[in-house]
């Protein structure tokens, strides 16, 4: 069973993701990408899909044209566990 990371645990992994922002209120970290127009962010959203298939992870996004906001946050643990941490790096490294 999945379990929301601690707070020492935060502490050392966050700044390891300096391009996402903690929501408290969501208790996810989030990310808002710009792309050139929608046909780049649909093959981003695409490409991040199949990410999230193969982690059996998968985000809170919305997209407006070119812009695609990502949410990371553990449903089956209430908030943030190590799941969101690697899709997040999984993300950044495409
Ligand atoms: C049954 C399936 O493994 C679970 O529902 C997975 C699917 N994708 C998921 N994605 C996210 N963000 N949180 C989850 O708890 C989760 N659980």
């Given at each position: 069973m999945v379990k929301k990371l601690s707070d020492d645990a935060r502490a050392a992994l966050?700044?390891?993701?300096?391009a996402w922002t903690l929501d408290a209120a969501r208790d996810g970290i989030a990310r808002s990408f710009r792309f050139k127009d929608f046909v780049e962010a649909f093959g981003f959203m695409s490409r991040v899909a199949l990410l999230a298939e193969k982690a059996d992870h998968h985000p809170e996004w919305s997209n407006v044209w070119n812009r695609v906001d990502i949410l990371l946050t553990t449903h089956d643990a209430g908030g943030l566990s190590q799941r969101d941490i690697d899709l997040a790096k999984a993300i950044d490294a495409l």
């Open positions: 966050l700044p390891g993701l300096p």
